[in-house]
């Protein structure tokens, strides 16, 4: 069993920048594959970012938002910047156990372990 918990979200005006946390549990962090997603109100969950040996991203965070991990923290990060307002959501992180180095997983459902979310609201 993997436990994880988020920690960094909170309020800020457009334009400015996050850094969310993921702390996982156990003694094999660097076996998993780590994703974040978002889910705003009314939406379906929605893919944010991954970490599978290479890094890859929603469109729609690309060049705003940097995935990055410290497997000796059993850590996992998001450096979200020039945020917008429709960026505003629910964050969760996502783990699951490693099949192919470099596939990119993008589908709440390829992955088993969730956090409880922490919110991101981006506001004046």
């Known amino acids: 069993q993997l436990q994880l918990v988020e920690s960094g979200g909170g309020l800020v005006q457009p334009g400015g920048s996050l850094r969310l946390s993921c702390s996982a549990s156990g003694r094999t962090f660097s076996i998993y594959a780590m994703g974040w997603f978002r889910q705003a109100p009314g939406n379906e969950r929605e893919f944010v970012a991954g970490?599978?040996?290479?890094?890859y991203y929603a469109d729609s965070v690309k060049g705003r938002f940097t995935i990055s991990r410290d497997n000796a923290k059993n850590t996992v990060y998001l450096q979200m910047n020039s945020l917008k307002p429709e960026d505003t959501a629910v964050y969760y992180c996502a783990a699951t156990r490693l099949q192919f180095a470099g596939q990119a997983l993008r589908t709440p459902n390829e992955y088993d372990y969730w956090g409880q979310g922490t919110q991101v609201t981006v506001s004046s």
């Open positions: 970490s599978n040996f290479i890094t």
